[in-house]
């Protein structure tokens, strides 16, 4: 596979990542703000939008001041939830602040545990944050991407 095939590949996977992450997030703030749910066999239920980005917000916990991945606790070397690129744009994002940082994602994967009535607005803020960083991933890629083609 030559160099335009693989940026293609890790677009596909990255845009497929973006928009699971948008989906779930929508869940979730739909729940929060009581908006109707449509029945859809495209949306995820709720339980699996909660349960998927807890398991996001607990492996970002784990991983975020950890500058060396063999460093990472051994199940999230072997199945990361999120791109490396993921979790350093995100690091670079929160290098200021990033014991707050780590607190807040603790609090969120709680939270998400809890049920939509625990999450806050700095909940659902995360939660963009998070979505927006694997977008832009997405989009760097295709940027690339549309250079080469």
Known sequence: MGDLGLLSHQYKELADLARQLRQWA??????YHNLPIPETDEEPDLTTAMAELTQVARFLREVIE???EGAWPECWVANPALPIAVVERLRGMHAYDRPLYVKQLARLGEHLEQGRQALTHTDLS???????????????VFRRLMRWA
């Open 26 to 31: 929508v869940q979730v703030r739909r729940s």
């Open 66 to 68: 950890l500058e060396d």
């Open 126 to 140: 995360l939660l963009d944050d998070i979505v927006l960083a694997a977008g832009a991933d997405a989009n760097a």
